[in-house]
Every structure is written in structure tokens, then in C-alpha cells.
């Protein structure tokens, strides 16, 4: 079992930005692909960013087209924490952001009821 508790949500201006964080425990954080997705009101819930392990210390990332170059997904593999540091935020980055992980890989075009693992959410909204 692996538990996971979003932090770092808040109020921002447009242009601003925040840091996420996510803290694991329970199984070995390093193995697991680890990512954020969001769900906007009325939406449903997408993709955002993801990791995985590429063997020894070697990770990839993936992310959505609407926040590349936007944001950066990281991992503390000592500290079974993964980060999302969000620049130039818009209002339409406005959503409740969850992270998530899967034992093995996954990736963008993967289904998201692949993941085994989800937090509870951190509310992120971006005032214009």
C-alpha cells in the first residue's frame, strides 16, 4: 500500500508561481512512476506531468502539450517526495491537483485507471 499527501495548493495571480509537493510512503518510492494530473470543475479529471524510472538514477518525464515548458516534474527519491513546480500560471491552470503513482511505468497516453495509488488533491486556483 502506498499512502500520498498533496501539498503547496493556493491562490496565485496569473503569471505567479507555486510548487507542489507530494510525500509517499508505504513502498519503495523509487520504482514507482510517479505523477500529477488535475480536475477542474465539471471537467474530468486529466493528465498534467509524469516520471519514470530509467533504471539506476536515470528518470523521464512526459507532460501534457498545455504545460510544457510551463512546468517541471521532479522526484527526492531519499525523501519519497515528488514535486511539480509551476510557472507562468494561467487561469486555466485553475484545478484540484492529484498525485498519483503506478508499480512500473506510465505513461501520457496510458489509460489513468492504471494507477494504483492516488492522494487526496491540493486545490490550486490562478486569479486573472
Known amino acids: 500500500q502506498v499512502q500520498l499527501v498533496e501539498s503547496g495548493g493556493g491562490l496565485v495571480q496569473a503569471g505567479g508561481s507555486l510548487r507542489l509537493s507530494c510525500a509517499a510512503s508505504g513502498r519503495t518510492f523509487s520504482t514507482y512512476a510517479m505523477g500529477w494530473f488535475r480536475q477542474a470543475p465539471g471537467k474530468e479529471r486529466e493528465f498534467v506531468a509524469v516520471?519514470?524510472?530509467?533504471?539506476?538514477?536515470?528518470?523521464?518525464?512526459d507532460y501534457a502539450d498545455s504545460v510544457k515548458g510551463r512546468f517541471t516534474i521532479s522526484r527526492d527519491d531519499a525523501k519519497s517526495t515528488l514535486y511539480l513546480q509551476m510557472n507562468s500560471l494561467k487561469p486555466e491552470d485553475t484545478a484540484v491537483y492529484y498525485c498519483?503513482?503506478?508499480?512500473?511505468?506510465?505513461?501520457?497516453?496510458?489509460?489513468?485507471?492504471?494507477?494504483?495509488?492516488w492522494g487526496q488533491g491540493t486545490q490550486v486556483t490562478v486569479s486573472s
Open positions: 498519483a503513482a503506478r508499480a512500473g511505468t506510465w505513461y501520457g497516453l496510458n489509460s489513468i485507471a492504471l494507477l494504483d495509488y
Open positions: 516520471t519514470n524510472h530509467g533504471g539506476g538514477s536515470t528518470y523521464y518525464a
